[in-house]
């Protein structure tokens, strides 16, 4: 049986070229550009809360690096290096190799390192803490959006929600459908490029895990202002396109996983944000309008009121 | 029933004066002191494997900030930040107003701020990341131990795993024993200012958690060296005073939880070593010798070889 030791060395010990100390001892060490600070955030993903007690290793060790990396995003953060802690039932080698592979392939893709962390017996469990650099002062925080603001978002929304339904049985979905919305669910791709090139464009953001109106109530909470969404203007996935308006605005509304940003920027930034997702490749579409009321108002694209069923996915009450 | 946001507002939003930004954003803001590294340690404890599932909150938030600061200790670092990722099976108000006490009390002694994190329903799992600054090139890493470094010992060994051993029923010791024992045990102390202290004296240093022979002997791995260590030289905790030889013995080499710093220096820093510890208040012994010839040997006081027969502890190898 593979120690603890003899695990770390085989499958998360790397070359950390960035880092001036990686994975082997007491800490790691990273020694800052100067100027910049250091964006962190921690997730905790749990099985039987997070994903399924069988998922595939290699798209579960994706995710858990994916929605870390989506935090540094939604900061405009450039990431440099990451943290594992990991808790296993039992050290089960085709497990570890494909859940490394994942993991690891994502973080080459943005030369993030892996530079430290903990592997221990208990019932699977990662933990994942991410290290960003963003010139001082240059991060987009969620207290930030200013009355007047556009409100934006990336990419599509609803289709991890439709995924999640498919594998549920809430709704019937064709195969190639199925498969789709699953993989979305699954394999979330962080908007890092993005985030970094709306550094000095956006106000505020956030990145879209726990649905739309949750997260962008966050911006509102933290940043002391209301909104007006256009719900006919949201970029609903076109994996959606069969279904009801109902399942459509709901799911674009308040399904999590989406891992979009959600961002506000000034009217006169209009030109800049498109340009920084024609740059980025990514669309990025206005579906909003910062305000002084409180509160999140929704209307169609006529301006007429709609009712606020959605509510914001959350740990300790979904089930 | 509190939701996660409730939770976090709750226990652990706290006003962070050094951090650039607290709690509450998608990440949290360090701001470098320029000229300095980043010291970052991550680790995980799980009910069941590293603490019993009644173990009492107040304890366990105490020692679960501990066993990182200790990390911290361990390189030189200044402690700064932490994130908490907290799995619990129900958001059980008591149990988490004692944890969060313990926690933020010993992370206020040290200045340690609570800057982010994560919480989720799932089985009982405390993952914490510590951030500590040093400056640049004075981190005491594991692979700078020197042929003819002296090997020293903090404060007093074998205590924590006398108090697991009355916990366990293995010794039978009388209750004020086994009272003080079980607290070394749950509230261990990081070596914080002496690892501070021992900056420019140092060459090597690592934490005992997992047992002396076992942690020495990564230092020694990592620094390409061996050593002689001299048993009766050993700082054997005094609550071991009644135990038979072999007993002290053995949980002075190998008992874990003790938390003290194990580090080597050149002979010609004795004097700088003796006073890093007066400074501090911390005693520090000197046990032993780096040697060119790889592996460690044991010796008597007189000189006269023992056997090795103890082996540092390891989460997926013990019970």
């Given at each position: 049986m593979?120690?603890?030791?003899?695990?770390?060395?085989?499958?998360?010990?790397?070359?950390?070229?960035?880092?001036?100390?990686?994975?082997?001892?007491?800490?790691?060490l990273?020694?800052?550009?100067?100027?910049?600070?250091?964006?962190?955030?921690?997730?905790?993903?749990?099985?039987?809360?997070?994903?399924?007690?069988?998922?595939?290793?290699?798209?579960?060790?994706?995710?858990?690096?994916?929605?870390?990396?989506?935090?540094?995003?939604?900061?405009?953060?450039?990431?440099?290096?990451?943290?594992?802690?990991?808790?296993?039932?039992?050290?089960?080698?085709?497990?570890?190799?494909?859940?490394?592979?994942?993991?690891?392939?994502?973080?080459?893709?943005?030369?993030?390192?892996?530079?430290?962390?903990?592997?221990?017996?208990?019932?699977?469990?990662?933990?994942?803490?991410?290290?960003?650099?963003?010139?001082?002062?240059?991060?987009?925080?969620?207290?930030?959006?200013?009355?007047g603001?556009?409100?934006?978002?990336?990419?599509?929304?609803?289709?991890?929600?439709?995924?999640?339904?498919?594998?549920?049985?809430?709704?019937?979905?064709?195969?190639?459908t199925?498969?789709?919305?699953?993989?979305?669910?699954?394999?979330?791709?962080?908007?890092?490029?993005?985030?970094?090139?709306?550094?000095?464009?956006?106000?505020?953001?956030?990145?879209?895990s726990?649905?739309?109106?949750?997260?962008?109530?966050?911006?509102?909470?933290?940043?002391?202002?209301?909104?007006?969404?256009?719900?006919?203007?949201?970029p609903?996935?076109?994996?959606?396109?069969?279904?009801?308006?109902?399942?459509?605005?709901?799911?674009a509304?308040?399904?999590?996983?989406?891992?979009?940003?959600?961002?506000?920027?000034?009217?006169?930034m209009?030109?800049?944000?498109?340009?920084a997702?024609?740059?980025?490749?990514?669309?990025?579409?206005?579906?909003?309008?910062?305000?002084?009321?409180?509160?999140?108002?929704?209307?169609?694209?006529?301006?007429?009121?709609?009712?606020?069923?959605?509510?914001?996915?959350?740990?300790?009450?979904?089930a």
């Amino acid at each position: 049986m593979l120690s603890e030791f003899d695990l770390i060395a085989k499958y998360f010990t790397r070359p950390t070229p960035n880092a001036t100390l990686g994975v082997g001892d007491d800490c790691a060490l990273l020694t800052p550009t100067p100027g910049t600070q250091i964006a962190i955030s921690s997730d905790m993903l749990v099985s039987g809360t997070h994903f399924f007690a069988n998922a595939e290793p290699k798209l579960l060790g994706h995710k858990s690096l994916a929605v870390n990396l989506s935090d540094l995003a939604a900061m405009g953060a450039k990431p440099v290096a990451f943290t594992l802690a990991l808790s296993l039932p039992k050290p089960d080698e085709p497990w570890l190799a494909a859940f490394a592979d994942g993991l690891l392939s994502l973080a080459d893709l943005y030369g993030c390192e892996l530079i430290g962390g903990d592997t221990t017996r208990g019932p699977l469990n990662i933990c994942i803490t991410v290290f960003g650099e963003i010139p001082a002062g240059k991060a987009l925080r969620r207290d930030a959006a200013k009355v007047g603001d556009d409100i934006w978002v990336s990419g599509a929304l609803g289709e991890a929600r439709l995924g999640l339904a498919g594998m549920r049985n809430e709704l019937a979905l064709d195969a190639a459908t199925l498969s789709a919305a699953v993989m979305r669910l699954h394999q979330p791709m962080p908007r890092v490029a993005l985030g970094i090139a709306l550094r000095s464009v956006a106000n505020a953001a956030i990145d879209v895990s726990d649905g739309l109106v949750g997260d962008l109530g966050h911006i509102l909470a933290r940043s002391g202002v209301g909104a007006t969404l256009n719900v006919d203007a949201l970029p609903v996935g076109p994996m959606l396109s069969e279904q009801p308006q109902e399942v459509r605005r709901r799911f674009a509304l308040s399904g999590g996983d989406d891992y979009e940003l959600c961002f506000t920027a000034p009217p006169s930034m209009r030109a800049a944000v498109l340009n920084a997702g024609n740059e980025t490749g990514k669309a990025v579409t206005r579906v909003g309008t910062i305000e002084a009321t409180h509160g999140l108002r929704l209307t169609d694209a006529g301006g007429v009121p709609l009712e606020l069923h959605a509510t914001s996915f959350d740990h300790f009450v979904a089930a």
